[in-house]
């Protein structure tokens, strides 16, 4: 039996009721689908900007990543072909990046390589409607199954052109769709823009808080902290410096009590623990060796995570954050399988400052990881939230 064809999404905006249409992507189109030159254009200093797939990045064109500029009389030679215009759509045909989508938000003049296709659709259909259909599961599932199975992926424009999609008959319908996106996608650039400037935030005061090279105090301090940090080694700063222990990989699950962390970082939960208190944890063996996780409470580490707590002579959270700096990969030993020595590291020597400034600098990292984590998690959420809305708001 025929599997009938839905005719409505699963969730719509109040008042609209009619069925969805299925037509081919051409009928949404002002014009068939074109792109820009197929030959590789002559690169200037000073012109038009001229962009490829590799400035499609996160559903923008990033024209940081352009391919360089192009003549005005170069740049008038494409326009016979294709001229770019505000709310034109692009998707990526070919290359690694196939199926990537972006949409015209700038009237500055610029101009495409023939990787992008380009179209034009405000007269027939929201442009933003086509935009955010074209990112749906089913479109680039399309996509995938269309491009040639060569050495490199292609999509020709005719064969997408004639892609089944199902749409509102309702212009308005479409319109409501597009606003939702651009708004969502909107409050993802805004969490994107923070979570980016925190990063760099955070990066600035490793570089500041912390002597350079050759110096003895840092260029930024808190108020009160004066006098040069003295060099210590990493052993005399901490109480506990040594590897876990052994566990059953079957005693490891997806839930449990306790959080297990090995070389690489959380491996999973147990009904066991082998530490408790604040510790900065170091991968021991592995590619990923000298990578830094901290763990509060209860938990077990493995025999291939090295557990740092500091004595009395300093601060666990600022020892975290200096070993994080300490770029410990370097010191593994060159061997198939890369690994860290305990007794090895303990020598390394560090400058350091009194423990209320370690403290207060402690503080102030874990204070930006904090706000980090939650915008990364709001982040997320809201892209998951575009995913389902995806789904359901598009046949």
Same mark, same amino acid.
């Not at 990046?97 to 495409?112: D, L, Y």
């Not at 089913?138 to 064969?159: F, Y």
């Not at 990969?329 to 860290?340: C, K, R, T, V």
């Not at 590291?345 to 984590?373: R, W, Y």
């Given at each position: 039996?025929?599997?009938?064809?839905?005719?409505? =999404?699963?969730?719509?905006?109040?008042?609209?009721?009619?069925?969805?249409?299925?037509?081919?992507?051409?009928?949404?189109?002002?014009?068939?689908?074109?792109?820009?030159?197929?030959?590789?254009?002559?690169?200037?200093?000073?012109?038009?900007?001229?962009?490829?797939?590799?400035?499609?990045?996160?559903?923008?064109?990033?024209?940081?990543?352009?391919? @360089?500029?192009?003549?005005?009389?170069?740049?008038?030679?494409?326009?016979?072909?294709?001229?770019?215009?505000?709310?034109?759509?692009?998707?990526?045909?070919?290359?690694?990046?196939?199926?990537?989508?972006?949409?015209?938000?700038?009237?500055?003049?610029?101009?495409?390589?023939?990787?992008?296709?380009?179209?034009?659709?405000?007269?027939?259909?929201?442009?933003?409607?086509?935009?955010?259909?074209?990112?749906?599961?089913?479109?680039?599932?399309?996509?995938?199954? !269309?491009?040639?199975?060569?050495?490199?992926?292609?999509?020709?424009?005719?064969?997408?052109?004639?892609?089944?999609?199902?749409?509102?008959?309702?212009?308005?319908?479409?319109?409501?769709?597009?606003? &939702?996106?651009?708004?969502?996608?909107?409050?993802?650039?805004? *969490?994107?823009?923070?979570?980016?400037?925190?990063?760099?935030?955070?990066?600035?005061?490793?570089?500041?808080?912390? =002597?350079?090279?050759?110096?003895?105090?840092?260029?930024?301090?808190?108020?009160?902290?004066?006098?040069?940090?003295?060099?210590?080694?990493?052993?005399?700063?901490?109480?506990?410096?040594?590897?876990?222990?052994?566990?059953?990989?079957?005693?490891?699950?997806?839930?449990?009590?306790?959080?297990?962390?090995? @070389?690489?970082?959380?491996?999973?939960?147990?009904?066991?623990?082998? *530490?408790?208190?604040?510790?900065?944890?170091? @991968?021991?063996?592995?590619?990923?060796?000298?990578?830094?996780?901290?763990?509060?409470?209860?938990?077990?580490?493995?025999?291939?995570?090295?557990?740092?707590?500091?004595? !009395?002579?300093?601060?666990?959270?600022?020892?975290?954050?200096?070993?994080? !700096?300490?770029?410990?990969?370097?010191?593994?030993?060159?061997?198939?399988?890369?690994?860290?020595?305990?007794?090895?590291?303990?020598?390394?020597?560090?400058?350091?400052?009194?423990?209320?400034?370690?403290?207060?600098?402690? *503080?102030?990292?874990?204070?930006?990881?904090?706000?980090?984590?939650?915008?990364?998690?709001?982040?997320?959420? &809201?892209?998951?939230?575009?995913?389902?809305?995806?789904?359901?708001?598009?046949?």
């Amino acid at each position: 039996m025929k599997k009938e064809t839905k005719k409505a =999404p699963t969730i719509r905006f109040r008042g609209f009721t009619d069925d969805w249409e299925q037509r081919k992507l051409l009928d949404l189109l002002d014009q068939p689908i074109t792109d820009g030159p197929h030959e590789t254009p002559n690169i200037v200093d000073d012109g038009v900007p001229f962009i490829s797939a590799d400035a499609i990045v996160n559903n923008k064109i990033d024209f940081s990543r352009k391919r @360089g500029n192009i003549t005005e009389e170069y740049n008038l030679e494409c326009c016979k072909k294709y001229k770019p215009e505000l709310y034109d759509v692009y998707l990526v045909k070919s290359g690694s990046t196939v199926g990537k989508v972006a949409i015209v938000e700038t009237t500055e003049k610029f101009n495409i390589w023939s990787p992008l296709a380009a179209m034009r659709c405000q007269k027939k259909s929201n442009p933003y409607f086509l935009f955010f259909l074209l990112q749906t599961r089913k479109i680039q599932t399309q996509v995938k199954d !269309k491009s040639s199975n060569g050495t490199q992926p292609n999509l020709s424009m005719r064969i997408l052109e004639k892609f089944d999609v199902i749409v509102p008959q309702n212009k308005e319908e479409q319109l409501a769709i597009g606003c &939702f996106f651009q708004k969502l996608d909107n409050t993802l650039t805004l *969490h994107q823009r923070k979570l980016d400037q925190l990063k760099t935030l955070k990066k600035y005061f490793l570089q500041n808080m912390f =002597p350079a090279k050759g110096e003895k105090v840092p260029r930024i301090r808190f108020k009160g902290f004066t006098g040069d940090w003295e060099q210590r080694k990493l052993g005399e700063c901490c109480q506990e410096f040594k590897s876990g222990s052994f566990i059953s990989a079957s005693d490891i699950g997806d839930v449990g009590k306790y959080p297990v962390y090995g @070389g690489n970082g959380l491996r999973g939960f147990s009904a066991e623990y082998n *530490h408790d208190g604040e510790f900065a944890l170091i @991968g021991r063996q592995g590619a990923l060796c000298g990578n830094m996780n901290y763990s509060v409470g209860r938990a077990y580490f493995t025999e291939h995570a090295i557990a740092v707590q500091a004595n !009395k002579t300093a601060d666990t959270k600022f020892l975290y954050y200096l070993l994080r !700096k300490m770029n410990l990969g370097q010191y593994s030993d060159q061997s198939a399988q890369p690994g860290l020595a305990v007794g090895k590291l303990v020598k390394l020597t560090e400058l350091f400052p009194s423990v209320a400034e370690q403290i207060k600098i402690g *503080h102030q990292f874990m204070g930006i990881d904090n706000l980090i984590t939650l915008h990364q998690r709001k982040l997320d959420q &809201f892209q998951m939230m575009k995913k389902f809305m995806l789904q359901n708001l598009f046949i």
